[in-house]
């Protein structure tokens, strides 16, 4: 049997005049001569474990807290502990429960869960992990719910289950008879608890799940009936702005001029923070009028005398030396530079706070809820129990919504105000003070002889990344438990052994990390190291195929190390029509990535006949992902991906100067736009059949590389910095 054959789930009733069900789940006892009991697997070798893995194990302690309702009017409310930022996360779930329970998907309510601190490290969201984590737990729960109703319509009518079916949330028996779940929820609700083994369909079974699918709340967002975090209704909530310093980490000496501001129309108050100067009033215009008004004496920041060229000398300067293997040995090395990137969500950051001397409310897009509401209790000098702390659903993420930033500044200024605030950052603070992905320098060799590569050397050197937002503390618990050379690292070195990889047998492969600890606003940024780490070595590979005199495509092919990796390249070679003539300064490229046990391939075509103005016209995308509940769910996931990589690889990135970024909006931090994108664009889902892979960052470093290596033979260049074209073309804002 296996591994997962083994698990048993029972499911206990909750209390409740409709039904709601919380799985438990568990592993059955090993027991010399029990046939049936789960046999102890020993740990899997470092090389095997990814962050995914880690996070699983950091959860599964409370990976049974799971809660599903059923009400009388037959909707099923599901409360989900991760957090939406538009992925598709919600309909992917909605989803799963519809599945096991049989009723119609437009019957399921995903309702985002506060924070709950009892989850202890089960409600962050991040790193590809959501379906992952929740996949088993998830459907388990909805069997479990439909268990119980089926007991109950059984129960009513003096029948055995295993007489009755569901269809469509109506349970029907032999004869006829049905009770839809509406009229069950509350007797299901009155049986007497009782333990079940529940056992969810076969995937051979499912209906729903594996069907392309349209997001549950689309038509919320498109016709703005979506209720972000500054349209809730918080009774009494006032707009708040804060004017922040002039470089990275500044703090306030004085403000000169309050008594003016407060005075100025609609003023409600002027609150110190420890990150700038808050105005509270009547208006967000009134209250961005005041806080650009203010006059303010700043202490210096953390990183006040370093821009671009120093912060790459340092990264240089950290990059160990990479030794020969002999002198008959051939050789090609590369070194490359990656620039900051902003998150650049489309919502700001955002938080409304209401915080009383007894108790505080709190309302923001969180990705680590439990960790913000331990910093926020901390601030407001209140116990955790004290402390709500509401998820909203938010416009985007791609790794910002891991620090609560805004939802502890909300909180802070609302004790100070003594009323409650809604917090908004501006475009330019949520560019140049929010979050940001680290620059990074690095250095990469590889040698061959008679065909083969013999060894494949990386050295990666990155502005310190911050993980203070719980996933550090998922890690390091998670991490305790495994082989020597992953649980024996420090956190980022653990994130960067289970997240990087290479797919290739090119002899001896070394991949190393040299963190370099400048105190700057950073963060994960969708694909963490793996973007630009697994970018850079796909150009290495491209060029390493040059010198072995072979196709890019056959080299890969070749190298690769599994059938399953070699099918999704054939692919997008095959669709994509690789090596077709195309005119001059057009090209072709491909790149290929494994991670979060899945695996993808991207074929693009650029137009670089102007290097200054290179624009990708198509691109071919194959993935296999394992179990795949929604596959338009998962387009759009490596859609974005493509996009953010086309972004990165040709124009979009942070000039750091004298302490701080030059971008501020959307016209400087040059994201691909429409016209900058693809028109024909085709991807392709291959069915695996394993358990569901990560998705959501699975996208950027094989497109990084495709459209590198398609830049690079369109122009008969090599380029080592990224983006390709970096001028600063636009006058930055008044600091």
């Known amino acids: 049997m296996t591994r997962h054959a083994r698990r048993r789930f029972l499911t206990y009733l909750v209390a409740a005049p409709s039904l709601a069900v919380a799985t438990k789940i568990g592993l059955d006892a090993y027991a010399p001569g029990n046939a049936d009991a789960a046999i102890p697997t020993p740990p899997a070798p470092a090389d095997l474990v990814d962050l995914g893995d880690l996070l699983i194990l950091a959860g599964k302690p409370t990976a049974n807290m799971l809660v599903l309702s059923v009400n009388e009017d037959g909707d099923v409310h599901f409360r989900l502990p991760r957090e939406e930022v538009g992925q598709g996360l919600t309909t992917a779930v909605a989803m799963l429960v519809a599945e096991e329970l049989d009723t119609p998907l437009d019957r399921v309510h995903i309702q985002l869960d506060d924070a709950r601190p009892e989850l202890l490290l089960n409600q962050l969201t991040g790193s590809s992990n959501s ?237 680590s809820p439990i960790a913000a509401q331990a910093a926020i209790a901390k601030a407001v000098g209140l116990p955790v129990s004290e402390v709500t702390v509401h998820v909203v659903q938010s416009g985007g993420s791609f790794g910002r919504r891991l620090f609560h930033d805004a939802a502890l500044e909300a909180a802070v200024v609302s004790k100070k105000s003594g009323r409650a605030v809604r917090l908004m950052w501006s475009r330019i603070d949520d560019m140049r003070h929010g979050r940001m992905r680290p620059a990074t320098h690095h250095r990469v060799r590889a040698t061959y002889a008679a065909g083969q590569v013999l060894t494949f050397q990386h050295q990666v050197a990155a502005v310190e990344t911050d993980f203070r937002h719980g996933l550090g503390d998922a890690v390091t618990a998670a991490a305790a438990d495994l082989p020597t050379g992953i649980g024996n690292a420090t956190f980022a070195q653990t994130l960067f052994l289970t997240t990087v990889k290479s797919p290739y047998n090119f002899g001896v492969t070394t991949q190393a990390l040299t963190e370099v600890p400048l105190k700057m606003h950073t963060g994960s940024w969708r694909s963490v190291y793996s973007a630009n780490t697994r970018g850079a070595e796909e150009i290495v590979v491209d060029e390493l195929a040059a010198k072995l005199g072979k196709d890019p495509v056959a080299f890969r092919r070749a190298f690769l190390k599994t059938a399953r990796q070699r099918a999704v390249l054939d692919k997008v070679a095959a669709a994509g029509d690789w090596g077709r003539s195309l005119p001059g300064g057009w090209a072709q490229g491909v790149g290929f990535h494994e991670e979060y046990k899945s695996c993808t391939a991207c074929l693009v075509e650029i137009d670089a006949t102007d290097p200054k103005k290179p624009r990708v016209t198509k691109a071919v995308i194959a993935a296999d992902v394992g179990r795949v509940i929604n596959p338009r769910g998962l387009e759009a996931q490596l859609l974005g991906g493509l996009t953010d990589a086309i972004s990165t690889t040709l124009r979009a990135g942070l000039h750091i100067d004298r302490g701080l970024p030059l971008e501020g909006s959307y016209s400087q931090f040059h994201y691909a736009r429409q016209k900058d994108s693809p028109r024909d664009v085709k991807i392709f889902v291959i069915e695996g059949a394993d358990e569901p892979g990560g998705a959501g960052e699975l996208g950027v470093p094989a497109a990084v590389g495709a459209v590198a290596n398609a830049y690079a033979r369109a122009t008969g260049t090599r380029p080592r910095s990224f983006p390709v074209n970096f001028d600063v073309d636009f006058t930055p804002f008044p600091r």
């Open 131 to 367: 379906i992952r984590s929740l996949y088993d737990p998830v459907r388990h729960t909805a069997a479990a719910a439909r268990a119980r109703m089926v007991g109950a319509a059984a129960d009513r009518w003096g029948l055995k289950a295993r007489e009755l079916t569901v269809r469509a949330g109506v349970v029907v028996a032999s004869d006829g008879r049905t009770a839809s779940y509406g009229s069950l929820s509350a007797a299901a609700a009155s049986l007497e608890p009782v333990a079940l083994t529940v056992t969810p369909k076969k995937e051979s079974e499912h209906i729903l799940v594996g069907t392309p699918t349209s997001r549950i709340d689309a038509r919320a967002l498109v016709t703005g009936k979506h209720a972000y975090t500054l349209d809730l209704d918080v009774p009494g909530a006032k707009p708040c702005m804060v004017r922040r310093p002039p470089t990275v980490n500044g703090t306030v000496k004085a403000v000169n001029n309050e008594s003016a501001v407060r005075a100025m129309p609609g003023v409600l108050d002027v609150v110190t923070l420890d990150t700038g100067v808050a105005v509270v009033a009547e208006t967000f215009g009134q209250a961005l009028d005041a806080k650009e008004a203010l006059d303010v004496t700043w202490g210096p920041g953390t990183v006040d005398a370093l821009s671009d060229d120093d912060i790459r000398a340092r990264l240089k300067a950290a990059t160990p030396s990479l030794d020969v293997l002999g002198v008959l040995v051939k050789k090609v090395e590369a070194e490359f530079d990656f620039a900051f990137a902003s998150h650049a969500p489309m919502e700001t950051n955002s938080a409304v706070a209401d915080v009383r001397a007894d108790r505080a409310e709190i309302w923001s897009g969180l990705k």
